[in-house]
């Protein structure tokens, strides 16, 4: 009287044949489709390699303390000019002009990292001058350590000018990474640890603006200072000197990397897994139905033995 | 035998789906067409990647005819290895065909999906129409 199953266990059944039979080529055949199409799925549905992949970072950024203030004076052109390079200053004769400036960086979250600049600058200026336009240049230095470690110089650059005399600019910005092409996953990268203005050099065109501009923005990683709104405040009191704020932050940046090789291999392990898995639970059912059933000749031979001898 | 049972059924009704996406294809073939020519084409050129491929969908129709009439016959009907064979070409050839069509797939794959998954079946069953009406073998 069988009433409830107490215990089973699988019984094996082998199914032998030789090298050269139908049974073999369908084997084949079977293997050749379980193991290569979850390969073209997996493929051609798209994002297989990974050849893209992002990280957040705050960068490690200090303010180099040099600068180039380049600042118009007339509507007619002439300027006043002022940097922290000896030979530049030599060179400028009576276009040379000396405010007064006070930086300080800021670390507001503690974390290490410095968050933001202050840069404040008061340029003194004659009774018949006006100031109409300004042209600032700043450099930093630039690091990132968690995945590929960058260290490069870099600069913020910001132009503003108005056709009326202007009291005062405020500018308020973050300075952002631009990349043309994505960052290793490891290794030294200080092919930009060069000054973007050589401070050395006693000849005007390496102090040239456009010179400058055209030589940084040649490279593949910089950073641009993204101030979408710069506030020209008029009305100069006589006697008072122009005033320039610079308020520049350094924010998390996303950064775009080009995944290494283990990293690839992973993501496109899973991706294969989990659709051979499919495939497998399919081909074990139609192996199962052909050679169970017998549609190819094969011997198959029990395993188990069903009495003790 | 059991295998038997289930797999002429299985065999009818895979040659049929790859039928009617064949038949489909006569009606849809236009983006296929157009997916194998340049952006800018003439309709000389369109016509005769048309032509070429109207003239594969039907060469595919007179091997179904030879192939149904071998399993409809007999000869082939209760053969396990050609039975296995036909079913898994024909389901082959449905699958890419819908890829062919949904995919939008340049006419050149036509091509590799109708000698490896009409003319294979074909050529095995004319082997058993020989087999069978010429040397004399049962059908089985």
Redesign the interface.
Known sequence: MAFYEVYSHPALIRYKTSVCTKATLFLVAILCLTYISPLLVAYRSQGFWTKRSTYEEQPVVRYRYEALLVAATSPLGDHVTWSTFPYLNNMLGPNFRIPAVSVREEDQNQDGKLDLLIFKLQLPLRADEQVYSVQLLLTFSYQLHRMSTVVMQTLAYVQHSSSVPGAKLFIGGDLRLQQRAPLAHRGLNNIYNVSVIDGSSPFVSSYDLENIMRSYQSRNLTTVLSCPSPVWTLGRAEGSPFELSAEIRYPLEVISYRPGFWETIKLAWIQYVSVLLIFLWVSERVQRFVFQNQVLTTVPVAVEKLHLS | ???IS??VPARFLTIIAHLVIVITIFWSRENNVKASLPLEFTQEQYDSEDQKLVVALAVTLGLFAIELSGFFSGVSMFN??Q??LSL?VHCGASVSLSFFVFEMWECWTYWVIFAVCSVLPAVVEIILFVGVFGLKKKPL
């Open positions: 035998m059991s295998a289930s797999l396990c290895s039975g296995l898994a």
